[in-house]
């Protein structure tokens, strides 16, 4: 099965998935593979938004510190404009920088402070932009994008200063993303 197939996006997931029911309850593969294709993926979390002239939008507001974000960037094979910012927990962005610099063409930050983020990334990627809200994010993420590319949103912050939580902060994406 290939990963691409899989509704949980993932590599991680996809060797987990392999493993464990087959090995454990022997399990036909066919069987394995309709259930994973069918499976929902939890909301928020590298969530297939929308494709809009060949540019696909990727909500992942879960993402609310570097860990989660690494590992969304991982599961990138294509050309990212990263929507990020928000409010700073403090954090060390080290972690992110070479995978920024492999996959990343533009940064679009939302939030009220992202002075960490740029002094983390200015020499990594060519484009980035400030914004104020996630409507002026999202326009200008679509702007710098072009077919074949993917737009994802996933902050590494928490999103308190403009957002009840990364909840109310996804949702507002995806409904913008939907108007485009």
Not at 137 to 161: E, H, I, R, T, W
């Amino acid at each position: 099965m290939s990963i691409e197939s899989l509704a949980l996006q993932g590599k991680q997931n996809k060797n987990m998935a392999e493993a464990i029911p087959s090995k454990i309850f022997n399990i036909r593969k066919q069987t394995i593979k309709e259930c994973l294709s069918d499976f929902k993926n939890i909301e928020h979390k590298q969530e297939f938004v929308t494709n809009v002239h060949g540019i696909e939008f990727i909500n992942d507001s879960k993402s609310t510190n570097v860990n989660s974000t690494w590992f969304a960037f991982k599961n990138m094979t294509r050309p990212v404009i990263w929507i990020a910012g928000g409010q700073d927990k403090n954090t060390n962005y080290f972690m992110l920088k070479d995978v920024v610099k492999e996959k990343v063409k533009a940064i679009v930050y939302i939030g009220i402070d992202n002075r960490k983020l740029h002094d983390a990334f200015a020499d990594k990627v060519e484009f980035i932009i400030n914004t104020k809200s996630i409507a002026e994010a999202v326009s200008f993420a679509y702007y710098l994008g072009k077919s074949g590319d993917v737009v994802l949103l996933s902050p590494a912050c928490a999103s308190f200063n403009l957002f009840k939580d990364y909840e109310d902060r996804g949702r507002q994406f995806k409904q913008i993303v939907r108007n485009l």
